[in-house]
């Protein structure tokens, strides 16, 4: 039997904490490698009609397996995304099928699948970011797995319905699935219970809540009311999802600013800084600093994702000193549009794969009960529900408990194929209501009105797909 080969990055950096440089860096090269191509025009990413994809065929042959021995080549994210078993199991019992594993960091993956994919050398499988679907999918560089997906549900249907939703809409652009997203990361109110015990209040149900908490924390505690973070070497996935709380709505999958969620999203920030409730660094903080407040006794309440509720139960007992919302919190008169938008890192399939029946089995391997299970006890959760309410899983992550039904109905945060530009708006609002706490409503709806324009103009620099 071949050997897997488990070729280490040497990096381990936590996924919350990755460089908007970085980022920008690698679209830049994509943006070039792009136009390397003679075979497309000269700004692909942006301004490139769509591409057929050329594994789409409406009137495909059943899968069926290969007689033949088959290699799978896969890329990770990061180590941690590998399932311990390292792929043993999966290949005893499939000895023609050999997985060859690498680890290709999230923030170079999409530049380098790009390059390697125009060369006829990418792999089979890649972890990549959920906002880089339309770009991926536009280039026809990701197959639509729907194929794969039938053949699923019809030989394995039990872990196939143990799924959320959000494994296959995550992937999803323009209706067509183009990956699993067996990993994904919403974030949720936390709080200190044994300070809002100690001042008399309740768990907050909505922003103007969580203020009020906040003001009551700075009154009668040395601590800050609220650990926010703004800094520029984040993406605004934290605000984002307060926005998506407030009941904040998307057109064409353009985020709404200019909107009555969209002033109160602002208006949260400016009253953080206003009544001195968050940290006066927080413009640049980064979400290491508010778990780091939070855990440490500095701040009572603050937003964090799930995988990183282990590293507060080391240090605080669930319940008696911290404790998470399970509901969104909601922002008064937009209660029912009020959800949980989370982003996260799909397993894309190349479009220019030759053995899909065999990437179907290597997903499924992924998603099962065993694996999926070994990496969400140690990094990350997993969107197979088995897993998340199992007695395993909970006895490890006791809260898993309370947020399973949110879990079984979280959103994918909306992706653009000027994502990233976007992304940069959406941070420069986030961070004028926090350095501009004392400007009047007006003035706040006319530099909403402001990025909103900004927002829709590089949502107009791609053409119609038709």
């Known amino acids: 039997m071949a050997v897997h080969p488990n070729k280490r990055s040497g990096a381990r950096s ?20 792009a136009a390397c191509n ?13 591409v057929d994809d050329p594994a789409v065929d409406e009137e495909a042959a059943p899968l069926s397996p290969s007689d033949e021995d ?9 180590d941690d995304f590998q399932p311990d078993d390292q792929f043993e ?5 499939h000895p023609n099928i050999t997985v060859r594993a690498d680890t290709i960091p999230l923030e170079q993956a999409t ?5 390697q994919h125009q060369a006829g050398d990418a792999p089979d499988i890649a972890q990549m970011e959920a906002a880089q679907v339309g770009i991926l999918s536009r280039r026809g560089m990701v197959m639509d797995i729907q194929p794969i997906l039938d053949t699923w549900q019809e030989e394995n249907t039990e872990l196939y319905d143990n799924m959320a939703p959000i494994a296959w809409d995550m992937a999803t652009w323009e209706g067509t699935r183009h990956g699993l997203a067996l990993h994904h990361g919403p974030y949720w109110h936390v709080y200190r219970s044994d300070i809002l015990d100690e001042i008399g209040a309740e768990e907050p149900e909505t922003w103007d809540d969580v203020l009020e908490v906040s003001r009551q924390v700075v009154d009668q505690t040395d601590m800050l009311g609220y650990a926010a973070f703004a800094g520029s070497a ?3 996935n934290w605000a984002v999802g307060v926005f998506g709380q407030m009941g904040g709505e998307y057109v064409d999958n353009v985020m709404q ?3 009555e969620p969209g002033y109160a999203w602002l208006n949260f920030y400016q009253t953080l800084m206003r009544d001195e409730l968050a940290h006066p660094d927080t413009v640049a903080w980064l979400s290491g600093d508010g778990r780091a407040a939070f855990i440490g006794g500095q701040a009572a309440q603050t937003g964090e994702g799930m995988n990183l509720f282990p590293e507060f139960n080391r240090s605080l007992e669930y319940t008696e000193e911290w404790d998470v919302r399970a509901d969104p919190v909601v922002l008064e008169g937009h209660e029912d549009n009020a959800r949980h938008l989370s982003f996260g890192w799909p397993y894309y399939v190349n479009s220019d794969t030759e053995h899909p029946y065999e990437v179907g089995l290597v997903l499924q391997y992924l998603a ?3 694996q999926s299970l070994s990496v969400a006890l140690r990094y990350q959760p997993v969107a197979n529900l088995e897993v998340m309410g199992s007695d395993e899983y909970v006895a490890a992550n006791p809260w898993a408990e309370k947020l399973l039904p949110v879990l079984e109905i979280l959103e994918p945060r909306p992706a653009h194929v000027n994502d990233i530009a976007m992304a940069d708006v959406i941070q420069q609002a986030n961070q004028w209501a926090l350095q501009n706490p004392d400007a009047p409503d007006d003035e706040v709806r006319a530099r909403a009105a402001e990025w909103q324009e900004q927002l829709n103009e590089l949502a107009d620099q791609v053409p119609d797909p038709e």
């Open 234 to 236: 984040e993406l605004p």
């Open 14 to 33: 936590a996924l919350m904490r990755r460089s908007k440089l970085t980022f920008l860096l690698v679209l830049a090269l994509t943006l070039v490698l």
């Open 70 to 78: 088959v290699t799978i080549n896969i890329w990770f994210g990061r």
């Open 89 to 93: 199991s999966f290949m005893d019992e």
């Open 368 to 370: 099962d009960f065993d």
């Open 257 to 259: 600013i200019d909107s």
């Open 111 to 115: 530049a380098d699948f790009l390059r």
């Open 38 to 50: 003679n075979d497309v025009d000269d700004d692909p990413v942006i301004d490139d009609p769509a």
